[in-house]
């Protein structure tokens, strides 16, 4: 059933105002992953540092559970794992309210070292020189790093940053706070260039021929949360598409498989890209879920793996469906399991 938004919020600020006092029992030891696992990034309850990473062996159907826990490191336990990104051999982790970089070697999630941030960071790209930029939802600047973390350059930028994507000769970055995509310029070292969207911008893919897809959610109640494509070059929304506020999300997710876009709202939203035209959009209703959270798409076969938050209440669950939509099968991860990475 449904929730309605009011709800929803409610449940979520007390979710961050108390502890789950069941959520650090039963720690698992870490297990070999094995080539062909898929990685779940658990996000864990604001201010208990624990976050996680789950493991699944698709080719097995199997769970491998808990296959990173800082907490058990000597540098302590993360807060809210925002995000990862592969960079060849390293996967960098992004723990937002640990205001925390965390490199591991990315087959054996072994950690290898911890970089400071400027308070918040959300995401980090790597632009097509090599450098990196991490985007900061209260800061008010961005970083920009070397690819080995050695040198650091601040950039100013007002307004919350979040969702990036590497584009042209630096990134492309959403600002929920403003409704508007920001171009990073990696020569200039300077955000050149922008684009104003009817919603909050959360998150970002880079499409074809310039184009890219924009996803955002709501905040606030009356606020509707929409997805759309834009043509950079001409600074044209070429589809635009709203959701009521009962069918929008918190932190709604976007994906791009083959020919189509996939938004995650509280259903799981269809755009083919060489027939924009609202007729055209399809879901799959999520009617089962409580707090859809997470989107992955394996590259390989375009399964599904769809995470249910529920609310932060319980540990959390990946669905596995085929691209029909049909369920596979289902695992339990971390709280808050909000990202996927496949291997």
Known sequence: MRANFQILLAVWLLVLAQACTDADDDVQVPVDTGASSVLVLNEGLFRRGNANISGYDAEASTS????????????????????????????????NNSNS??????????????????????????????????????????????????????????????????????????????????????????????LAVPFRANGLVVLDDGRIGVCGGILSSGESGGLAIVDWNSKTIDFSISFSESESSLYPRIAVHQNQLFCLQRDLVIVPLDDLDLTSV??????????????????????????????????????????????????????FPNGFIFR
């Open 64 to 95: 491998l559970g808990t296959v990173y826990d800082p907490s058990n490191s000597a540098a302590g336990g993360l807060d809210i794992l925002q995000s990862a990104t592969e960079l060849g051999d390293t996967l960098v982790l992004v723990a």
């Open 101 to 194: 970089l965390v490199l591991l070697e990315t087959e054996t999630l072994e950690e290898i070292d911890r970089f400071e941030a400027l308070g918040s960071p959300r995401y980090l790209t790597r632009m097509g020189n090599g450098q990196l930029l991490v985007t900061d939802l209260f800061a008010g600047r961005l970083l920009e790093l070397n690819p080995d973390f050695t040198q650091a350059r601040i950039i100013p930028q007002e307004g919350q940053a979040e969702g990036s994507v590497a584009f042209e000769d630096g990134a492309l970055f959403a600002s929920p706070s403003r409704n508007i995509v920001f171009y990073y310029d990696a020569i200039l070292g300077e955000v050149t260039d922008s």
């Open 282 to 335: 399809s879901r799959i209703i999520l009617e089962n879920f409580v707090d859809p959270y997470g989107l992955g798409i394996d590259p390989i076969n375009g399964e599904f793996y769809i995470s249910d938050a529920k609310s932060g209440l319980n540990f959390g669950e990946v669905i596995r469906l085929s691209p029909a939509g049909v369920p596979i099968d289902s695992f339990d991860v971390g709280i």
